[in-house]
T-cell receptor, first 112, second 114 residues
């Protein structure tokens, strides 16, 4: 089955700096890669996703990049703000199944 | 807006008890999921269901069972709770097709087994 590894497990940045979270996956058939944000005490919510026919996708201050050859994808947050502080999860799945496999999560702390 | 409702926010149970965690979604989603969330381990899939009365094992089904008698409701059952099942449990739902619909999560049930 699919295995998704996520790094780092914790990340502390100064407000205004950029943050990068990286994930690797094992199943070359995976073709859908969402990112979820979970604020303290709240449910995870989708913030951005990317499909394998695209190498990069942006939405305001967040962007995702995908390298299918190397089987890794990354989340980039620019101009970080305190409200970006949360746990971020990457995930991977393919068309064949209903399952999303999640990474271990990254706790991002943005210091004002 | 999709609403996924879990019946309890916090539960405390004793070792050996039978535990039911209930989840209801209001958007007629075909797929429903139960995840377990533990620090450093991310979200691990216990079971999922793609239709009424259908179920599939996820990555960590041991010690759990599920029931889906109605489309909107998906129950997680711990037949005999053990202390290593102390965790946060998240229910989620999603419509088909898989890669065109995000997972919608409930608020979670924090279960403590003593």
């Amino acid at each position: 089955g699919e295995n998704v590894e996520q790094h780092p497990s914790t990340l502390s940045v100064q407000e205004g700096d950029s943050a990068v979270i990286k994930c690797t996956y094992s199943d070359s058939a995976s073709n859908y890669f969402p990112w979820y944000k979970q604020e303290l005490g709240k449910r995870p919510q989708l913030i951005i996703d990317i499909r394998s026919n695209v190498g990069e996708k942006k939405d305001q201050r967040i962007a995702v990049t995908l390298n299918k050859t190397a089987k890794h994808f990354s989340l980039h947050i620019t101009e970080t703000q305190p409200e970006d502080s949360a746990v971020y999860f990457c995930a991977a799945s393919n068309n064949a199944g209903n399952m999303l496999t999640f990474g271990g999560g990254t706790r991002l702390m943005v210091k004002p | 807006d999709v609403k996924v409702t879990q019946s309890s926010r916090y539960l405390v149970k004793r070792t050996g008890e039978k535990v039911f965690l209930e989840c209801v979604q209001d958007m007629d989603h075909e797929n429903m999921f139960w995840y377990r969330q533990d620090p450093g381990l991310g979200l691990r899939l216990i079971y999922f269901s793609y239709d009424v009365k259908m179920k599939e094992k996820g990555d960590i089904p041991e010690g759990y069972s599920v029931s889906r008698e109605k489309k909107e409701r998906f129950s997680l059952i711990l037949e005999s709770a053990s202390t290593n099942q102390t965790s946060m449990y998240l229910c989620a739902s999603r419509r088909r097709p898989v890669n065109e619909s995000p997972l919608h999560f409930g608020n979670g049930t924090r279960l403590t087994v003593t």
